[in-house]
């Protein structure tokens, strides 16, 4: 069966940068929607960027717009998360996830129902 795995996490302090990588196996497949979503203690998870197949753009959380960068090799089935200027509020679990079945929403709150496979997760902690 097709699994996700993300890699690239670690510790690092404010201001500094990590890049996530996300990678498929078990199959190939053309996903819809690509993704990135992160977990922080104590509170829900929640998106953090979407690509859809095709000329639609990237769509990005506010918190993360001009500071995180999304892009994906179709061909491939994975996906990269460049994270620049991070801050302590960056702290998180992070997990890649794919959808076979939808493109990415204008809305949010609409991508995790729509993600059919997760990754296990990474783990990014900023601090001083």
């Known amino acids: 069966q097709l699994q996700l ?6 510790s690092v302090q404010p201001g500094g940068s990590l890049r996530l ?3 498929a196996s078990g199959g190939t497949h053309d996903f819809y929607a690509m993704a990135w ?7 829900e ?3 953090v ?16 717009k001009g500071r995180f960068t999304a892009s994906r090799d179709n061909p491939k089935n994975s996906a990269v998360l460049q ?3 991070l801050k302590p509020e960056d702290t998180a679990l992070y ?4 959808a076979e079945y939808y493109y990415c929403s204008d809305d949010l709150s609409n991508w995790e129902d729509d993600m059919d496979h997760w990754g ?8 001083s």
């Open 5 to 10: 795995a993300e890699s690239g996490g670690g």
């Open 21 to 23: 990588s996300c990678s």
């Open 37 to 43: 979503f992160r977990r922080a203690p104590g509170k």
């Open 45 to 47: 998870r929640e998106g």
């Open 49 to 64: 960027s979407c690509i859809s197949i095709g000329e639609r753009g990237t769509l990005y959380a506010d918190s993360v």
């Open 83 to 85: 994270m620049n200027s």
């Open 95 to 98: 997990y890649c996830a794919a």
């Open 120 to 127: 296990q997760g990474t783990q990014v902690t900023v601090s």
